[in-house]
C-alpha cells in the first residue's frame, strides 16, 4: 500500500458545483495532516491543515477519519480559480509525505 | 516575514556536468530545510533535509548531495548528472517538524 493515496482524476466540474476529494495513508502513527495546492509548474502551497474534529476555511471544509485513515477535502462553489492540483499531505514523525495530487478543473 | 529564495528557475544541463541549485531563507533562525524533486507525472520525493548547520538526511540513494554551509541557506548538488535527474526541484522550510512547509519556486532542470 502506498504511503498516501489519492485518485488522480481529473475531476471536471462546472462553476458553482461542489466536490469532494478523498485520500488514505498508510502509516497509522502519522501525526499531522494537510492539503496543499499546486498549481501547474508552480510549487505547492498550503491551502489548510486537518484537525480531527472537522475544519473550515471559507468554501473549504477538511475531515479526518484517523480510524479508517482517511482524509477528505470538499470545496463548495467552485470558482475557475479552483482549478489546480490538490495534494494531500501526511507528516509522520519527521517529515511530510505528499499524495501524487488530484486534479480539478472547473469550466464556465 | 520570511521568505525563501530559489535559483534558478529554469536549467538546462549535459549529461555528466556537475549541478548546484542553491536555497536561502530570510526572516527566521534555525529552519528546517528540505529538498524535494517531483519529476514529471509523478508526486513529491523527499531528497534530503536538515534541522542545522551541517547536519543533513538522505532520504534517498541518489546521484545528489546536499550540504549546509550556512543556517539559512541549503545547497543541492551533483557531480555528474543523469539523465535522470531531470525534474522540479523545489526547497522548502518549516519552523518545526510539526509545521506544514513553504516551497521556493522551484527549480526545473533538464539533462540533456
Known amino acids: 500500500r502506498k504511503e498516501v493515496e489519492q485518485d488522480p482524476g481529473p475531476f471536471n466540474v462546472p462553476e458553482g458545483a461542489t466536490v469532494a476529494f478523498n485520500c488514505t495513508y498508510s502509516n497509522s502513527a502519522s501525526q499531522s495532516f494537510f492539503w496543499y495546492r499546486q498549481d501547474c509548474r508552480k510549487e505547492p502551497k498550503l491551502l489548510m491543515s486537518?484537525?480531527?474534529s472537522g475544519n473550515e476555511d471559507g468554501r473549504f471544509t477538511a475531515q479526518l477519519n484517523r480510524a479508517s485513515q482517511y482524509i477528505s477535502l470538499l470545496i463548495r462553489d467552485s470558482k475557475l480559480s479552483d482549478s489546480a492540483t490538490y495534494l494531500c499531505v501526511v507528516k509522520g514523525y519527521s517529515t511530510l509525505t505528499f499524495g501524487k495530487g488530484t486534479m480539478l478543473l472547473v469550466s464556465p | 516575514s520570511q521568505t525563501i529564495h530559489q535559483w534558478p528557475a529554469t536549467l538546462v544541463q549535459p549529461v555528466g556536468s556537475p549541478l548546484s541549485l542553491e536555497c536561502t531563507v530570510e526572516?527566521?533562525?534555525?529552519?528546517?530545510l528540505y529538498w524535494y524533486r517531483q519529476a514529471a507525472g509523478r508526486g513529491l520525493q523527499l531528497l534530503f533535509y536538515s534541522v542545522g548547520i551541517g547536519q543533513i538526511s538522505s532520504e534517498v540513494p541518489q546521484n545528489l548531495s546536499a550540504s549546509r554551509p550556512q543556517d539559512r541557506q541549503f545547497i543541492l548538488s551533483s557531480k555528474k548528472l543523469l539523465l535522470s535527474d531531470s525534474g522540479f526541484y523545489l526547497c522548502?522550510?518549516?519552523?518545526?517538524?510539526?509545521?506544514?512547509?513553504?516551497f521556493g519556486s522551484g527549480t526545473r532542470l533538464t539533462v540533456v
Open positions: 522548502a522550510w518549516s519552523v518545526s517538524r510539526t509545521y506544514g512547509y513553504t
Open positions: 526572516g527566521t533562525s534555525n529552519p528546517n
Open positions: 486537518v484537525y480531527s
